[in-house]
């Protein structure tokens, strides 16, 4: 059934709320007489519709007018969108990106051209086409960019993660010495590129704690530190271990598929760093400061060989003396009581001092 709408006297206003009282169904019946898009929401139904009772009493073609400003909308938003990429492409040659190909539209980039015009005034979008064949030239082309782009980044990638030095990697809580075995099996390997790893779990020494002049001859501090027992020491900050190296593509993907391995301490990780956003994220060395003062606090005492045996000896009298004090409180837990004879036959044999 054909609907027709009341030809109303006085101005456009009243042409408006007349239509605005159709339901949605009628005002599309409407505007399919006139040939042209019944796309939108109900509020863009009655202006359109509102527009083509206004140039039809102008004695003029609605669907022509509507197509006609519908090409014109079009060129304005290609021309928004050129000025855009060229300020973009600027952007991006200035901090090292890549340039995206325009010279053709893909076919998801006609339709959300198409969307957003009818979104944006419900014009019909729909007299813009687009060659099938010229769509899947332009996705294949866009396809071939995207894959350069990521060679390009992947490359950028080697070129800036050479920096050699420490790196501070998060490892799971009371699990660094684990962690330190694991990644020190990537060293020399194919897995790191053949890059050698040094791997550091910072402890802080008990006091008392030395290494002798001829067990430290011919080591370096970091080594001496790494001498440090694990049993009895302190860590200055648990869940991260300390890894000396030259990071690369190979060492970097190695470290990532550890399980053991968190990520990356200080910065983020990223494989591709060409842009300024992606090269702030990247793994940076540890700061020259944190370094230095990690160092201080886990400095290792080097003493001559004879204090270090004497210091060894007070070391086992020490064990000894706690490990019979131990038995002493076992043996109290349990409701036995021992003699003065008991008692100093006990330490004795601890080694105890009266």
Not at 116 to 137: F, H, M, S, T, Y
Not at 240 to 265: C, H, I, Q, W
Not at 285 to 302: A, S, Y
Request: a negative charge; aromatic letters at 4%; proline letters at 4%.
């Amino acid at each position: 059934v054909k609907v027709v709408v009341e030809r109303v006297d006085g101005t456009e206003e009243d042409l408006e709320k007349k239509i605005a009282k159709m339901k949605a169904t009628a005002i599309k019946e409407q505007l399919k007489e006139f040939g042209v898009s019944t796309v939108g929401l109900k509020g863009q139904l009655v202006d359109r519709l509102t527009e083509c009772f206004r140039l039809e009493t102008l004695g003029e073609n609605p669907a022509e007018v509507l197509k006609k400003k519908t090409l014109e909308k079009m060129v304005e938003m290609d021309k928004d969108k050129e000025a855009a990429a060229a300020r973009r492409d600027a952007r991006r040659d200035r901090q090292g990106g890549y340039k995206q190909v325009r010279d053709a539209p893909s076919a998801v980039v006609a339709r959300r051209r198409a969307r957003q015009l009818r979104n944006a005034d419900g014009i019909d979008a729909e007299v813009e086409g687009i060659d099938p064949e010229d769509a899947e030239a332009a996705a294949a082309a866009l396809k071939v960019t995207l894959e350069d782009r990521d060679m390009g980044r992947s490359s950028g990638m080697l070129t800036t993660m050479l920096d050699s030095g420490w790196y501070m990697l998060a490892v799971p809580e009371d699990r660094e010495e684990n962690a330190r075995v694991l990644i020190k099996a990537l060293s020399g390997t194919p897995a790191s590129g053949f890059a050698e790893l040094d791997v550091w779990v910072p402890r802080v020494p008990l006091p008392g704690f030395a290494v002798s002049e001829s067990e430290a001859r011919g080591k370096s501090p970091i080594q001496l530190m790494q001498m440090v027992p694990e049993e009895g020491s302190r860590k200055p900050f648990t869940g991260f271990v300390l890894v000396y190296m030259t990071l690369n593509d190979k060492l970097f993907e190695s470290l990532d598929s550890l399980y053991v391995v968190r990520g990356f301490a200080v910065a983020g990780q990223t494989k591709y760093g060409t842009t300024q956003k992606q090269t702030s994220n990247k793994p940076r060395l540890v700061p020259e400061k944190l370094m230095q003062n990690t160092m201080e606090i886990c400095t290792v005492v080097v003493v001559s060989d004879e204090e270090a045996a004497r210091r060894k000896k007070h070391a086992e009298k020490a064990a000894a003396t706690a490990a019979a004090e131990a038995a002493m409180g076992s043996i109290g837990d349990a409701g036995a009581s021992l003699s003065e004879e008991d008692m100093a036959v006990l330490r004795a044999s601890g080694d105890m001092e009266a």
